[in-house]
């Protein structure tokens, strides 16, 4: 097992001498062995380590079991411990997601401010062959890619390190074991509260009927699967620097250079330039690369598709641009009398405004369309520019609002806010066109005479 596991170190190059390593210690048998093991290859390497672990305040009596463990066995095989006590259940309803998310997003951020504590430059974690075929499983039931596929890297980013991923759990415990090293044991794992759990306890055994090494299968596949992954974003990384203009604010690739590559080059080298750009892919999935594919083949210059993450993508007559800073056309200012009937057109945004009478009061409001009691006009109808101190009674709402808190929570940018009409009768907004009307002009039983005002682009 050390042999296995110091080739294994060797082959990826994930320690050289004076490396300082922060040791993710759980008490559970991944994280002892890995911990053992380090500790065994400590003075051969030139390595130091600083064993951190983290009480994600899910499990009560048994997590703090898990803590005391963790800092005797520290304290016996004389390493410095580093604790840190979480409420992952309260950042989760807090933070929108869900536990075991935001237990990983706690337990890396507690990993890297012992780093920054310790002057370390390592991460490593217990993560062994079974953890990576359930990885490549989740991430095929998900819809992976190549990337997928390759699961668990041995070694990313020059910082985290997976040393035992050529090992698999069975193998762990019987090291433990033939050690006669003690660890704990979490309960909930065999659970199937979460997918990563039911991948683990149900679907891994079943498969495992059709092929009893599936686990050293899968693990091979995400090999492969690396290797290749690897070449691509090398080959690729080299395609975007000769086809495309970077700065901090946008990449721009040569139209020339991009349409005539492979479809699965291209989709790969626009990855690519988007994570260049935001430092992730986050919410970007294969239909949204595909859309930018087909907005570089098919559209005309001038033509946007918005993305998640506040970014853009546009078409140029040379160049596809990736920008998260799209500049918005200026918008001449307006202040235009409406008649009823009649319309307005701004011709800035393409937009025109109608104003007719109509009859009945069991009428639908939506977005572009919406209905007023005419008695309730007290002035000259225009549609304008939005304007300091501007308020308005949101439909279904009692109080006024602020123009500017009610773009706020719609999510409405700023430099996209002027492009915005008003309907308004003098100064009172009745409608924020295409958004939302104001209460106090709504239609009632009472209603007799009712005015629609309808736009469209």
Not at 343 to 351: A, C, E, H, S
Not at 361 to 380: E, N, P, T
Request: proline residues 3%; hydrophobic residues 35%.
């Amino acid at each position: 097992m050390l042999n296995k596991v110091g080739s294994y170190i060797k082959k990826h190059n994930m320690l050289k001498k004076g490396d300082r390593v922060v040791v993710g210690l759980s008490g559970g048998a991944d994280s002892v062995a890995l911990l053992h093991i380090l500790k065994a290859y400590r003075k051969s390497l030139g390595i130091e380590l600083f064993p951190a672990h983290i009480n994600h305040g899910l499990r009560g009596k048994e997590a703090d079991e898990d803590q005391e463990f963790s800092r005797q066995l520290c304290q016996r095989w004389d390493m410095d411990f580093h604790m840190h006590r979480s409420d992952v259940s309260a950042l989760a309803a807090e933070w929108k997601k869900s536990e075991e998310e935001t237990g990983r997003i706690v337990r890396y951020d507690f990993y890297n401010e012992v780093m920054r504590k310790t002057s370390s430059n390592k991460i490593a974690t217990g993560h062994h062959k079974d953890d990576q075929a359930e990885t490549v499983l989740h991430n095929i039931i998900r819809g992976a890619g190549t990337e997928g596929l390759a699961g668990i890297k041995p070694f990313r980013d020059e910082k985290y390190i997976r040393p035992l991923l050529c090992v698999t759990r069975c193998e762990v415990e019987d090291y433990l074991k033939g050690k006669g090293l003690a660890y704990q044991i979490d309960v909930t794992n065999a659970e199937s509260d979460y997918t990563r759990n039911r991948i683990r306890n149900e679907l891994l055994p079943k498969i495992e009927e059709y092929n009893p090494s599936i686990v050293d299968s899968l693990s091979r596949l995400a090999s492969i699967a690396l290797e290749e992954d690897d070449f691509l974003t090398q080959y690729c990384s080299r395609l975007l620097r000769e086809g495309s203009t970077t700065t901090q604010e946008f990449v721009d690739i040569n139209l020339d250079f991009l349409l005539p590559l492979h479809k699965g080059l291209q989709k790969r080298l626009l990855r690519l330039a988007i994570k260049g750009l935001r430092g992730d892919l986050k919410g970007i999935s294969y239909t949204h690369i595909q859309d930018i594919v087909g907005l570089a083949i098919t559209s005309e210059p001038g033509s946007v598709i918005t993305l998640p993450g506040g970014l853009y993508a546009k078409v140029g007559y040379k160049h596809l641009r990736i920008t998260d800073k799209l500049p918005q056309p200026k918008i001449d200012y307006f202040d235009v009398p409406l008649d009823i009937p009649g319309k307005v057109i701004i011709g800035d945004m393409g937009m025109t405004i109608c104003a007719q009478e109509v009859e009945g009061a069991s009428i639908k409001y939506s977005d572009d369309c919406i209905y007023v009691d005419r008695v309730k006009i007290s002035g000259g109808l225009k549609v304008r520019q939005r304007k300091n101190g501007d308020r308005f009674k949101p439909l279904g709402m009692k109080g006024r609002k602020k123009l500017k808190d009610y773009f706020i929570d719609k999510k409405i940018p700023k430099d996209q806010r002027d492009s915005v009409p008003l309907l308004a009768d003098d100064d009172n907004i009745i409608w924020v066109v295409g958004y939302q009307m104001n209460d106090d002009y709504k239609l009632t039983n009472e209603t007799k005479d009712s005015i629609k005002f309808s736009f469209w682009r």
